[in-house]
C-alpha cells in the first residue's frame, strides 16, 4: 500500500496555506521514544505535559519535543535539557535558548505574553537569552503520528546533522505528515513540506540572509492558513524575498471565500483571494487513517494591488 505522502505527491497537492498555526514556538529537549501525543505519552512527566499543554491553550504557543538526530535508546532523562522559544510575527521576530535541570521551570513562564512576543518571563525563569547559534531545522520524526515522519523525516533529520547543519533537531509534530518530510525554520517560522537536504540548506542559508525560500514552502505560522496562502502568493506575485517584508493586517469573509488584505513595510498592500476547496479526489490523509478522506486546499484566485499604496521612504 502507497503512503499518505506518496499519495499526496502524486496527486500533486498544493502545500501552501498548510502550515501549522503558532505565533510562539517553545521546544524542549526530550530524548528517548514520543509517543503520538508526545507531551503526555514519552518519558516526560505525563502531569507535566499536561500541565504545560493547558497553560499553552489559546494563547498562540505552541509546544514541542525535541531532540538531537540519531538512534532514540532509551539512556533516561538528560541532566541538562535545552529549551527554545521563537516568536515569529514580523516585526517582532526572535530566537532565545536556555537549558534547565528541571522542566517543570517550564509552568513559570507567562504564556500569554510569550504568545504576544514578550519574553521576559523566557529570560527570567529559565535564565533565557537570545540564540546566537544557527538557524532552526526541526524535521518532524514522529512515527507514532504517521509513518511518513519516520520514514521520511529522520533520515533527512540524519542526513542534515551529519553534513554540519548545528541547528538540525528532530520534532514531535508540525502537522500534515502527508507532505513528509516536513519541517520549520526558526526563527522567522516558515515551514516547508516534501523536504531535502539541498534544498533545507538553501532554506537555511537564505534565513541567515534574512531571506525566504519558496520552494517547498507551506506558510509562515504566525498566520492561519488564508493568511499563509495570501502572503506566499504575494511574495510569488512580485519576487518579495525578505522575510519580514510583508504582514497579514486583515482577513474578511469566511468559508469558502475570504478576503485578506498584504502589506509591505514600503507602504504598498495587496488583497488576496483566497477560496477553500475540497481536494479530488479522495485520497489517504494519513498512513493511519481507515477512510479516504479530501483534505480542505487553499485556492488563491487573485492578487490585486490596492491603489493609492504610496511607497514610503
Not at 530524548?31 to 505519552?41: D, F, M
Not at 506558510?219 to 492561519?224: T, V
Request: overall charge neutral; proline content about 6%; some cysteine.
Amino acid at each position: 500500500m502507497s503512503t499518505c505522502a506518496t499519495v499526496s505527491r502524486d496527486l500533486d497537492e498544493p502545500i501552501s496555506g498548510t502550515a501549522a498555526t503558532a505565533t510562539t514556538w517553545l521546544l524542549l529537549e526530550q530524548p528517548g521514544p514520543w509517543g503520538a501525543e508526545a507531551l503526555v505519552s514519552s518519558h516526560l512527566d505525563p502531569a507535566l505535559g499536561r500541565a504545560l499543554g493547558a497553560a499553552a491553550r489559546d494563547t498562540g504557543v505552541r509546544i514541542a519535543l525535541i531532540r538531537r538526530p540519531g538512534r532514540h535508546a532509551d539512556f533516561g532523562a538528560p541532566p541538562l535539557r535545552q529549551v527554545y522559544a521563537a516568536h515569529t510575527v514580523p516585526g517582532n521576530v526572535w530566537l532565545r535558548s536556555a537549558t534547565t535541570h528541571d522542566p517543570r521551570h517550564l509552568l513559570d513562564l507567562d504564556f500569554d505574553a510569550l504568545g504576544r512576543g514578550d519574553h521576559r518571563t523566557f529570560d527570567t525563569a529559565l535564565r533565557g537569552g537570545p540564540h546566537t547559534g544557527d538557524p532552526l531545522a526541526l524535521v518532524c520524526t514522529n512515527g507514532k503520528r504517521d509513518r511518513c515522519c519516520a520514514l521520511l523525516g529522520r533520515p533527512l533529520a540524519a542526513e542534515l546533522a551529519a553534513s554540519g547543519v548545528r541547528g538540525a533537531w528532530e520534532v514531535t509534530h508540525l502537522g500534515g505528515h502527508r507532505f513528509s518530510p516536513t519541517l520549520l525554520v526558526l526563527p522567522y517560522g516558515y515551514a516547508y513540506g516534501r523536504a531535502e537536504a539541498h534544498t533545507v540548506k538553501e532554506v537555511l542559508h537564505g534565513v541567515q540572509e534574512g531571506r525566504i525560500v519558496m520552494a517547498g514552502c507551506r506558510g509562515r505560522s504566525a498566520w492561519e492558513r488564508t493568511g499563509q496562502a495570501a502572503e506566499l502568493a504575494v511574495r510569488s506575485a512580485t519576487g518579495e524575498d525578505a522575510a519580514d517584508a510583508l504582514t497579514v493586517v486583515r482577513t474578511t469573509g469566511g468559508a469558502p471565500r475570504w478576503e485578506v488584505t498584504v502589506a509591505h513595510l514600503d507602504g504598498r498592500r495587496w488583497q488576496v483571494v483566497v477560496t477553500q476547496a475540497a481536494s479530488q479526489p479522495p485520497r489517504q490523509e494519513s498512513c493511519g487513517a481507515s477512510v479516504l478522506g479530501s483534505p480542505a486546499r487553499m485556492d488563491v484566485v487573485a492578487v490585486r494591488e490596492l491603489a493609492g499604496t504610496a511607497l514610503v521612504g
